[in-house]
C-alpha cells in the first residue's frame, strides 16, 4: 500500500513489521568495502595480532565475526527469541514534527527506545551474552558510559543465565542513579569509575580524586578484570566490527519499513559516539546504495565537545586509557584525553569504530559536530510534537535533521530523512532540568588537552 507520501494526513504515523519479518541475518559491510580496514596491532610489537590474541578477552565466535568477509551471519534463533521481546522496532514518520516546522521534508525516525533497556544497545547485548553462554563463560565485565550499556549487558546476560559486573562512568554514576539501580534489578553489579578495585582504577584516583572518570578510564577497569579472571570476559558496547554487525537489524527493517510506504531516503543521520547505532541504520542502505538502488547523502553528527571524525585524527590507538587495548587505526583526540562532562555520556568518548574511521577516509559518508544546548533545543522541539523524549545523545542527529528540514523549507525540495531514534531519555530527565534551569553549557573544543592527549599517542611505523 503506496499512499502520496506528501499527503500528510493519509500517510501512515507508524509503519511497524511483524514478527515475522524480524530480521534473519546481520549485514556485514566489510564484504562490500573496495579495501579492507587496516588491521588492529599489538600494543608492544606493534604488529598485526591474529584472533587467538583476543582470546583472554571473547568468546571465539564474537572473535571469528570480528574478522569476518562473508556479507551474511545468520542470527541464532534463541537470539531473535529475545529480539522478539520488543522486535521488529516502529518505523515513525515524524509528521507533528513535520507540521510544526511547516517543511516539506519528509522525516522518519527507527525508535529503539522500545527495548528493554530503552536503547539499541540490547541488539548487541543480546547475542554476546549468548555467545559467552554457549562457550561456557559465567560472568562477564564491562564498562558504562550513559549507563545505556551496562543496563543492556545486564539485560541480556540475565536471558542467559551469566552473572554481570558494571563499571559506570562517574561523572554518569552520579547523575544517572537510577540506571545502577535497573542494572541491580536484572541481577548485575555495579561500581564508580574510576574504582578502588583495579589498578587502573587506583592510578587516576591518585593523580585526581575527584575524576569524573571516562568511557577510556572504565573500559581499562573491565579488561584489567577480565583479563584477569578465568570464568570472566569481556563486552564492549560499541566501537567493534562484530558490535556494528549486530546493530544491522536496526537497518534491515528501517530498508523493509521505508519499501512498505514507497520511500527512499535522501538524507541518513545518525549520531556516533563509538559509532554502532549510526552505523546498523545506515550500513544497509550504504549496501543499496553501493547497488545503485539509491543515493542517500550519509551523515554521523558527534559532539562539539569531543569530536573524534570531525576534529581527531586518523592513527593507531588505544581504546583505553590506560594502554591495554590493541591498537586501532580510528579518529582519536588521544587515548587519555577526558572528555568535558556533557550530558550526551554515551558519545564521551577519544575514539571511534575503526571499520568507521577506514570508511570516513574512503569517503563513504561526512560528519558534523554540533553543541549540547543546540541538541537539547532540538530535543524539546521534538518532545513537544513527536511526545518521545529523546535520550541527550540522538539529539544530535534530531538537531542535524531539523537543520535540514528547515532548509527544505526555504527550497521547498521534499527530501525524505531518515535518522534512528536510538534511546529514550527518560534516564535523563537531569539534563534536561539543567538545560530548563539556564545551567546547561557548551564546552569550547578542548585543543589544548587534545594536543597535549596526542602526544601520548604511540608512533606506529615510526
Ligand atoms: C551508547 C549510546 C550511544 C553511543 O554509542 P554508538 O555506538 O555511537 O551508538 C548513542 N545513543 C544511545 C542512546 C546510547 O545508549
Not at 580496514?37 to 564474537?62: D, S
Not at 559506570?168 to 534489578?185: I, L, N
Not at 573524534?308 to 591495554?324: H, I, L, P
Not at 587519555?336 to 562532562?341: A, E, H, S, T
Amino acid at each position: 500500500m503506496t499512499v502520496p507520501p506528501t499527503d500528510r494526513t493519509a500517510a501512515p504515523t507508524k509503519i511497524l513489521l511483524d514478527e515475522s519479518e524480524l530480521p534473519t541475518h546481520w549485514y556485514n559491510v566489510v564484504a562490500d568495502l573496495p579495501e579492507p580496514p587496516p588491521p588492529p596491532l599489538h600494543p608492544g610489537t606493534h604488529e598485526p595480532i591474529g584472533p587467538e590474541a583476543l582470546a583472554p578477552l571473547f568468546p571465539m565466535a564474537l572473535i571469528q565475526q570480528e574478522v569476518t568477509t562473508e556479507r551474511y551471519v545468520a542470527i541464532p534463533q534463541a537470539v531473535r527469541d529475545v529480539y522478539a521481546l520488543w522486535r521488529p522496532a516502529p518505523l515513525y514518520r515524524a509528521k507533528r514534527l513535520e507540521a510544526h516546522l511547516d517543511t516539506p521534508a519528509r522525516i522518519y525516525f527507527k525508535y529503539e527506545g522500545v527495548s528493554p533497556a530503552g536503547s539499541h544497545k540490547p541488539n548487541t547485548a543480546v547475542p554476546q551474552a549468548y555467545y559467552n553462554a554457549q562457550e561456557g563463560v559465567t560472568r562477564l565485565a564491562t564498562e558504562t558510559g550513559a549507563g545505556q550499556w551496562g543496563s543492556a549487558l545486564a539485560f541480556a546476560t540475565a536471558q542467559f543465565g551469566l552473572q554481570c559486573e558494571v563499571w559506570q562512568v562517574a561523572a554518569s554514576f552520579q547523575q544517572k542513579p537510577y540506571r545502577a539501580s535497573m542494572m541491580r534489578t536484572w541481577g548485575a553489579t555495579v561500581h564508580s569509575s574510576p574504582s578502588e578495585l583495579t589498578e587502573a582504577g587506583r592510578a587516576i584516583l591518585a593523580s585526581d580524586p575527584d575524576s569524573p572518570g571516562s568511557l577510556g578510564i572504565a573500559i581499562s577497569e573491565a579488561v584489567e578484570v577480565a583479563a584477569g579472571r578465568e570464568d570472566t570476559k569481556y563486552a564492549l558496547g560499541s566501537v567493534l566490527n562484530h558490535v556494528l554487525l549486530h546493530q544491522t537489524v536496526i537497518g534491515e527493517e528501517a530498508l523493509l519499513q521505508l519499501a512498505k510506504v514507497g520511500e527512499t531516503p535522501d538524507l541518513i543521520v545518525g549520531c556516533t559516539g563509538g559509532g554502532s547505532n549510526f552505523a546498523g541504520l545506515f550500513f544497509p542502505f550504504l549496501r543499496e546504495k553501493l547497488a545503485g538502488n539509491m543515493e542517500p547523502r550519509i551523515l554521523a553528527v558527534e559532539p562539539a565537545a569531543c569530536p573524534s571524525f570531525t576534529k581527531g585524527e586518523y592513527r593507531y590507538d588505544f581504546g583505553d586509557v590506560a594502554g591495554m587495548t590493541p591498537l586501532m587505526k580510528m579518529h582519536t583526540l588521544g587515548h587519555d584525553f577526558v572528555p568535558d562532562p556533557i550530558h550526551a555520556g554515551g558519545l564521551r568518548y577519544h575514539g571511534m569504530s575503526p571499520l568507521l574511521s577506514h570508511m570516513y577516509e574512503l569517503g563513504m559518508f561526512e560528519a558534523d559536530a554540533i553543541d549540547q544546548i543546540a541538541c537539547f533545543d532540538a530535543a524539546v522541539t521534538f518532545a513537544r510534537t513527536q511526545g518521545i523524549v529523546p535520550a541527550p545523545e540522538p539529539t544530535h542527529a534530531i538537531a542535524a535533521a531539523i537543520r535540514e528540514a528547515e532548509v527544505c523549507r526555504e527550497t521547498g525540495e521534499e527530501k525524505v530523512i531518515l535518522t534512528a531514534l536510538c534511546g529514550h531519555g527518560h534516564f535523563d530527565m537531569a539534563a534536561y532540568d539543567a538545560y530548563f534551569a539556564g545551567k546547561l553549557r557548551d564546552f569550547d573544543y578542548p585543543a589544548d588537552k587534545v594536543a597535549e592527549a596526542m602526544q601520548r599517542v604511540p608512533v606506529v611505523g615510526a
